[in-house]
């Protein structure tokens, strides 16, 4: 069952990397651009619209949400134009390492603003 869950997580991440590459074509549609760039969103935000505190709700949302927001993404965006941006992600990860870190740069940035803000707060 883990490995199960753990494949899924892996998809996900998959996923969104190759959205990201279709995002910065000129040829997918606007709409599949609004719904990716809301998908990678909601996956990089420490902030949930059900906090996970929440017992079972607040991991439920993950679950729903974001898998459904990757879905829609796919389908909004042309076949040939996804396989091609599948094909530029697998060239971004070798040996199971990604060759070009700096795509987890605003993960960090946003990450140390969040940090920085309750520091700010709470001193």
Known sequence: ??????????????????????????????IAKIIVVIAVVYALSPLDLIPDFIPVLGYLDDL????LL???????????????????AKEIKIDGKYKRWYYGLP???I??????????YIF
């Open 64 to 67: 729903i949400i974001l898998p």
């Open 111 to 120: 990450w140390a603003l969040v940090g920085i803000m309750l520091l700010k």
């Open 107 to 109: 993960v960090i940035i």
């Open 70 to 88: 990757i879905y829609l993404s796919i389908k909004l965006i042309p076949k040939n134009i996804f396989d091609e941006c599948k094909e530029k």
């Open 1 to 30: 069952m883990f490995d199960k869950l753990k494949e899924k997580a892996q998809q996900i991440t998959r996923n969104l990397s190759i959205l990201y590459i279709a995002y910065k074509r000129k040829d997918v549609p606007v």
